[in-house]
């Protein structure tokens, strides 16, 4: 007689499979899946860029400098930048390792933070079968997030080690807090997405002194948090910053805008997961939804600004797979899985096979840096490697008109010859209304060229596809110096500089 315990239908142990050779299709087809979706974003990150300058240049001055180093339009005083941590590491792995670095660490970070999400959402509960059918939802919806290498990467994976770490509080494991505090410092010195961990916190704080389980003892982890967030280069200045930050509007940045706003098929995709889950309260009630709270206000976030939609899939992909093993839909995949392993395998072998021609396709073991405006078609950044190339080889000094976008790039590759007017820092280290300036210049609104008089700008850098490329051309006192594919470099009529015409080749980008 076996001693083996029975298997409810519903149980997350569900004897499936007896060989690990079934349960492998399935995960390397939504493994498949994921390199696929990466592999559309390995174009380098704007951010990338200024992150890395920051960090070469506090080497060289031997600190992190409160005064802006890189513009010559208004900035702030002190100017904090929460992401100098993120500047360190890319900086290290970009000029040791090169391309290769930037994306191995990209893998290894989202492999991370796959693997904690999968552990927590096992530790609630959730079987494969369930976990894995609902993993194509979370890889479609919140890949948005995981850019070669934004700061917010770094966010998803500590996220996902803080879910993972709750769940163990919520068994009435203490330990975690320990190891949590020390980790949380290396996080808030990479970026200030660790202010979505300290509500997290305080969410489960709230939901466990609801359900009557112990709290106290967040609620002195919460305000550990916040004590130490004094823990960085810019000491309490961090705080004022902080301050600024999480209350100022942000009309002109896409990503800050309303998801359904400016991603409709996205948006309906997190409509979807949120029909789960009011499936999972339907059949259970909400108060079988341990970490709802948490869940609810990582959607809110997500609604609320696009560039929150893939923190809150990290938070789905480790509670939604526990609700759905509960319901009646959970124990017909348990089922379904188990009893139909060659139909799950062939499927999954199919998909995987798709999926895979998909990522060779994508080819995601390459850096890309976008060179052509086809790439802006596509939403990606654009960066002017011919026109940088032209400035650095005649030996150009001075202020250069820049596009958002650019900025970062112009730094790290022309400072300290060129300062910028504007870059993907903003309230980091613009003052306000630079940047509405620097778009209403750009888009050659009313009253343009009294921001091009305002600054000392001794050059332009636009995209031919900007109406300000044709304005320009008819302004007095400047003269169109180089131009390629993409961008143009207009020069007031007093620098001396040649000029060059490249259409119709295509800059070859060199990394970093």
Not at 64 to 83: C, G, K, M, N, R
Not at 95 to 111: D, H, N, Q, V
């Amino acid at each position: 007689m076996k001693n083996d315990k029975p298997v409810l239908p519903h149980s997350p142990f569900l004897p499936f499979p007896h060989s690990p050779f079934p349960l492998l299709l399935p995960f390397s087809a939504v493994a498949a899946l994921l390199f696929w979706q990466l592999g559309a974003l390995t174009f380098v990150d704007p951010d990338l860029w200024h992150e890395m300058a920051l960090f070469r240049e506090a080497l060289a001055l031997g600190h992190l400098p409160f005064a802006d180093q890189f513009a010559y339009t208004p900035t702030v005083y002190p100017s904090v930048q929460h992401e100098w941590g993120t500047g360190a590491v890319l900086y290290f792995l970009a000029t040791r390792f090169g391309s290769t670095g930037i994306l191995i660490a990209k893998y290894l970070l989202t492999l991370g933070v796959v693997a904690l999400g999968m552990a927590a959402a096992r530790r609630r509960g959730a079987g494969w079968p369930v976990i894995v059918s609902l993993a194509p939802l979370a890889i479609l919806c919140g890949v948005i997030g995981y850019t070669t290498i934004r700061a917010q990467l770094f966010t998803l994976l500590f996220i996902a080690l803080l879910l993972y770490s709750l769940e163990l509080d919520r068994a009435g494991l203490r330990r975690w807090i320990w190891a949590w505090l020390p980790l949380y410092t290396v996080w808030l010195n990479l970026h200030a997405g660790f202010i979505v961990g300290l509500g997290f916190v305080a969410g489960h704080a709230g939901e466990q002194w609801l359900r009557g389980q112990p709290y106290k003892h967040l609620l002195g982890v919460a305000a550990a948090m916040i004590a130490l967030v004094a823990v960085n280069p810019y000491g309490l200045a961090y705080y004022g910053y902080l301050a600024h930050a999480l209350s100022m509007p942000r009309p002109l940045i896409t990503e800050w805008a309303p998801l359904w706003s400016t991603d409709p098929a996205m948006f309906r995709m997190f409509l979807v997961t949120l029909l789960i889950v009011a499936y999972c309260a339907a059949n259970l009630g909400w108060r079988r939804l341990p970490g709802l709270i948490v869940l609810s206000l990582a959607a809110y976030a997500a609604a609320r600004h696009t560039r929150h939609l893939s923190i809150y899939l990290v938070v789905w992909q480790c509670y939604a797979p526990s609700y759905v093993q509960q319901t009646p839909l959970g124990r017909w995949l348990g089922e379904f899985w188990s009893g139909r392993r060659n139909l799950v395998a062939g499927v999954s072998a199919a998909c995987g096979l798709l999926c895979l021609v998909g990522a060779l396709a994508a080819a995601p073991w390459q850096l890309r840096l976008p060179v052509t405006l086809d790439a802006e078609r596509e939403g990606k950044p654009v960066y002017p490697v011919g026109a940088v190339e032209y400035l650095s080889r005649t030996q150009f000094r001075g202020n250069l008109m820049v596009p958002f976008i650019p900025g970062g790039y112009v730094i790290w590759k022309l400072h300290p010859r060129v300062r910028v007017s504007l870059d993907g820092r903003y309230e980091v280290a613009y003052q306000k209304g630079v940047l509405e300036e620097n778009t209403a210049l750009y888009e050659a609104q009313a009253g343009w060229q009294e921001t091009l008089t305002r600054y000392p700008t001794d050059a332009v850098l636009v995209a031919r596809s900007a109406p300000l490329a044709e304005a320009l051309t008819t302004v007095p006192g400047w003269r169109r110096i180089y131009r390629d594919e993409a961008f143009e470099l207009f020069a007031r009529s007093g620098l001396n500089l040649p000029e060059e015409d490249r259409t119709g080749q295509i800059p070859q980008p060199q990394f970093p």
